[in-house]
């Protein structure tokens, strides 16, 4: 199966402004899940659900009226799960390269008509970098394991 990313551009409105006069964090949540769920319910084929966004990592303002590049691509899959790499872009209209603001990892499952989980299509690296972004996945989720056991006492 074709792993492409899912790829959005866009212009950032005033309507994502936040406080301080930069696009708002929860407009950019919002592109990460937009461009998160059309990625894995396209490799699925199945309507899909976000179980876990972890370690968002902000690394510059994006500004109201840049160009905004949302990338989304399959990096590991269980027997029901996708784990998908968010990166988010910016660049000023003036200027013709792009430049990361954004990081995420976000995992989706495909789910069935009932809300129950179905199989979904193994992603296999093919490439050093493919395999080397399945490995981040992989620790990724060792960490979030090792958290969620952390979190037990406070739930």
């Known amino acids: ?3 492409k990313p899912v790829t959005f551009q866009f212009i950032s409105e005033p309507s994502d ?3 301080g006069g930069n696009v708002h964090g ?4 919002k592109w990460i899940d937009q461009a998160g769920y059309a990625c894995a319910t ?3 084929g199945n309507y899909s659900v976000t179980v876990y966004v972890g370690g968002i990592r902000f690394y510059e303002p994006i500004k109201i009226g840049e160009i905004v590049k949302v990338e989304a691509q399959v990096i590991y899959t269980g027997s029901s799960s996708m784990h ?3 990166n988010v872009f910016s660049r000023n209209l003036k200027q013709p390269t792009f ?3 954004t990081h995420c990892i976000i995992v989706f499952v495909g789910v069935d008509e009932n809300g129950k989980k179905l199989p979904v299509p193994k992603w296999i690296p093919e490439t050093d970098e493919e395999i080397q972004q399945e490995k981040y996945a992989k620790r990724l989720m060792d960490l979030r394991t090792q958290i969620e056991d952390e979190m037990k006492p406070f739930l």
């Open 1 to 3: 199966m074709d792993n």
């Open 17 to 19: 402004v936040n406080y």
């Open 26 to 29: 929860g407009s950019v949540m």
């Open 42 to 44: 396209t490799w699925s």
């Open 84 to 86: 998908i790499s968010i």
């Open 99 to 101: 430049d990361k603001k």
